[in-house]
T-cell receptor, first 116, second 107 residues
């Protein structure tokens, strides 16, 4: 089946630093990738939808200048958390769709971010 | 009605019992439906798609009722390994996840 690789799996950083998370589709071209955030015991919350070669579409309440998304190729999307603060500590997950439909989502393994 | 709503749970069920999850959705134009399972601090994994005619995969049965706008998941002969959070996913204008229902199978 399709594989989505997400790195790093976990990261600990100091407040004020920036953290980059990568999401790669290993065996298919992902025209659309999604970024989610999940707080403990909460549901997945969609942050933004990323289409290759265009600007990401952010969900209401998500700061686009804080969560920079780049989808420069059909196999790679990155999420950069700029000037991270402790409240940004969360589980971040990416997913990708194969082809033009949304029949299935293929998820990365997630990144646990802890900001000290 | 919320876009996608699930039983809040948690469900604490003895091993071997049958468990039923329900999920309602608000967008009548929604096109596709899925059940995912998520273990703690892991990514969600597709359990099964849900088709109008209903579908079964081993101990798991999924059903869709478009008229009432709900989908269901039935787990028969539950195993300890079934303990997880079960997420209802609806694809309409966009893909929306339910908040999930936690299931604890008790030995």
């Amino acid at each position: 089946g399709a594989v989505v690789s997400q790195h790093p799996s976990w990261v600990i950083c100091k407040s004020g630093t920036s953290v980059k998370i990568e999401c790669r589709s290993l065996d298919f071209q992902a025209t659309t990738m999604f970024w989610y955030r999940q707080f403990p015991k909460q549901s997945l919350m969609l942050m933004a939808t990323s289409n290759e070669g265009s600007k990401a579409t952010y969900e209401q309440g998500v700061e686009k200048d804080k969560f920079l998304i780049n989808h420069a190729s059909l196999t790679l999307s990155t999420l950069t958390v700029t000037s991270a603060h402790p409240e940004d500590s969360s589980f971040y997950i990416c997913s990708a769709t194969q082809g033009g439909g949304f029949e299935k989502l293929f998820f990365g393994s997630g990144t646990q971010l802890s900001v000290l | 009605r919320k876009e996608v709503e699930q039983d809040p749970g948690p469900f604490n069920v003895p091993e071997g019992a049958t468990v039923a999850f329900n999920c309602t959705y608000s967008n009548s134009a929604s096109q596709s439906f899925f059940w995912y399972r998520q273990d703690c601090r892991k990514e969600p994994k597709l359990l099964m798609s849900v088709y109008s005619s209903g579908n079964e995969d081993g101990r798991f049965t999924a059903q869709l009722n478009r008229a009432s706008q709900y989908i269901s998941l039935l787990i028969r002969d539950s195993k300890l390994s079934d303990s997880a959070t079960y997420l209802c996913v609806v694809n309409g204008d966009k893909i929306i996840f339910g908040k999930g229902t936690r299931l604890h199978i008790l030995p």
